[in-house]
């Protein structure tokens, strides 16, 4: 018999067969040894089969998924430590003192290699004072292990004489946090390209005509109702126009003024509404356009769920 495991394998009922034919025509004087060898052959057999049946490898298709996590970076720590930096490094006055004092407060940030290059950077009959009025982080990038990339933005008052100007410059530097998490400027400030203005358009929705006017009127009215109210309502109050946790308490100062080009679109039994809402800020006297996206669903009364 023929086992996908085993092989070729002889059958017990074959050996059984073998060993009644042999018997039967067995003359006299035989030897028993051949009855015997026989009979250890079916015993052996069957003994084998039994075996094997118990022990038969079981093959099969093993799937491996290999999953990728993502670790996320605290880059906390170096974000303070470039904003640190910057004001050490942008600054400065046009006294011997002064600027013996910022090459110290330097060293403090800078790899030696740095500190030395750095002695070419203002010369000593230099005729400007420079202060950082501000700076924009733009982007912290782990480049390789323990080496952050940091983009910045500074923004300098300009002073010579009597004269003040301001100036604004992007740039680029290198940053190692060893292991113990300490930091050091290994790259100068290297001009750099500031981000700008993407050309991207999102898709605006439209009227679809899936909601029926006399639809549209009461969600109307139910919107101007709520955001009526909203500016000043508590939890509770929400509650009644608004699933849990849609929409957040605000508490200002606001007159509700109107819907602009709400938008409404059916899907299933809810309606979706694209609207901005026209506040006035009492506080600061101008007109705050809040827009919103929301999902509307009426049992007893309309609610927003979404």
Not at 268 to 294: C, F, M, P, R
Request: glycine share 2%.
């Amino acid at each position: 018999m023929y086992n996908k495991d085993t092989g070729w394998q002889p059958s017990a009922f074959f050996i059984a067969f073998l060993c009644t034919f042999y018997l039967r025509n067995t003359t006299v004087g035989t030897r028993k040894k051949s009855v015997l060898i026989l009979w250890i052959l079916l015993i052996s057999s069957l003994t084998f089969g039994i075996y094997k049946n118990f022990t038969a490898i079981d093959q099969h298709t093993i799937h491996e998924t290999e999953i990728i996590e993502t670790e996320l970076v605290d880059t906390n720590a170096i974000e303070s430590f470039t904003r640190q930096f910057v004001d050490v490094y942008h600054v400065w006055d046009n006294v011997t003192d002064a600027l013996g004092a910022r090459a110290v407060e330097l060293s403090e940030y800078m790899t030696d290699d740095l500190l030395s290059l750095n002695t070419e950077m203002i010369s000593e009959d230099i005729s400007t004072e420079v202060s950082v009025t501000g700076m924009d982080m733009w982007s912290v990038t782990e480049v390789s292990e323990g080496n952050f990339s940091v983009v910045y933005t500074v923004r300098q008052k300009i002073t010579e004489d009597d004269d003040e100007t301001w100036n604004r410059a992007t740039y680029q530097i290198m940053i190692h946090q060893d292991e113990a998490e300490n930091l050091v400027v290994t790259q100068n400030p290297t001009v750099w390209h500031e981000p700008e203005k993407s050309d991207y358009t999102p898709e605006s929705p439209e009227n679809n005509n899936t909601v029926e006017s006399e639809i549209v009127d009461e969600v109307t009215s139910f919107l101007e109702t709520f955001f009526a109210s909203y500016p000043t309502a508590t939890e509770a109050e929400l509650s009644y126009y608004v699933e849990e946790d849609v929409l957040p308490p605000i508490n200002e100062n606001y007159t509700f003024s109107e819907l602009m080009n709400p938008i409404f679109q059916a899907e299933g039994e809810q309606i979706n509404v694209w609207v901005t809402v026209k506040y006035t800020d009492h506080t600061t006297q101008a007109n705050q356009l809040s827009q919103y996206v929301l999902t509307l669903e009426k049992e007893n009364n309309w609610r927003i769920v979404e």
